[in-house]
């Protein structure tokens, strides 16, 4: 054995220990989690899952995507703090951190096409950023990756062993490869530094605080609907999504980080429907007269998305429990009062 590779080997295990030690400390005390993205959309329902398990959030977005909104309602709660900060600078915290929650991120086709620089920045820098932060409280991380990870994929449904198919300078690859690339930094802390690390690939969630006007599918059309708009179908609309409820996908992502797995791990909902089934769907939930009318297909926009949630069953034992129709029928009462 040479010098070098005892002291890793050495070095290693110190860090094996220490990791156990922190384990064992979280489960005695109150847990601090910090939750970046924590005024988006999936980051306010997992700060607010987190609260209701006993956890003292520190919350951090620069609301480029988030909304206030989505977090007023923890005003003056003694388990939350806010900072306001872009997570791509430097994370300095007093406090003591057991998990950290890494979901800044634009994450809806309008925002990562207008932001593409700043996607790319929260992938990689704000990625290195968070990491950094975990490693120096000696604290749990996790990733929030995404489905987009496998491109326009070959295959189906998409298995967490997966390479993808994507392309790195069409108008999607800002973020698409920002989190391939936060996926790689993630593994490279964990080998290098022996962090406890778990990556979620979350597949198309929605529920009430997306937003009205962000370029996804679920809000696109219940906003045309409600509104009495035709619903816009691009392609043909023989293209498939798979739905998951945000309380579902909350729900396997906490069981995730509370897991002892440190590979990727699909969440979402494995029942596939076409885009024209959805739009139909919405006209029928909502009560609407709206018409269904056909647009050019964007460039690179998958046309199918199912995730194999087989790991997520057998380690996790999750899989997502609120029905499609009932979902989006929460959904569309939050969205009256918006349009």
Known sequence: ??????????????????NTTALQKRK?????????????????HLTDLLISRGHKVIGIDNFVTGSIENIDHLGGNQNFKFIQQD?????????????????ASPASPIDYLELPIQTLKVGSLGTHKALGLARHKGARFLLASTSEIYGDPLVHPQREDYWGNVNTIGPRG??????????????????EHQIETRIVRIFNTYGPRMRLRDGRVVPAFMGQA??????????????????????????GIYRLMISDTHNPVNIGNPQELTI???????????????????????????KQRQPDIT?????????????????????????????
Do not use: N
């Open 1 to 18: 054995m040479t010098g070098t590779q005892g002291k890793r080997e050495i070095t290693s295990t110190v860090q094996k220990v220490a």
């Open 28 to 44: 005695l005390r109150q847990p601090t989690s910090v939750v970046t993205g924590a005024a988006g959309f999936l980051g306010s």
């Open 87 to 103: 997570v791509s600078e430097f994370i300095f915290l007093h406090d003591r951190v057991d998990y950290v929650w890494h979901f």
């Open 174 to 191: 800002c973020y698409d490869e920002s989190k391939r690339f936060a996926e790689a930094m993630t593994f490279a802390y964990h080998r």
């Open 226 to 251: 409600l509104t009495g708009k035709s619903l816009t179908v691009f392609g043909d609309g023989k293209q498939t999504r798979s739905f998951c409820y945000c309380s579902d996908l909350i729900e």
């Open 276 to 302: 024209l089934e959805f739009a139909e769907r919405i006209i029928r939930l909502t009560g609407s007269k709206s018409k269904i009318i056909y647009k050019p297909l964007p460039q690179d926009d998958p």
């Open 311 to 339: 790991r997520a069953r057998t380690l996790l034992k999750w899989e997502p429990l609120v029905q499609l129709e009932d979902g989006l029928k929460r959904t569309i009462e939050y969205f009256r009062g918006r349009v």
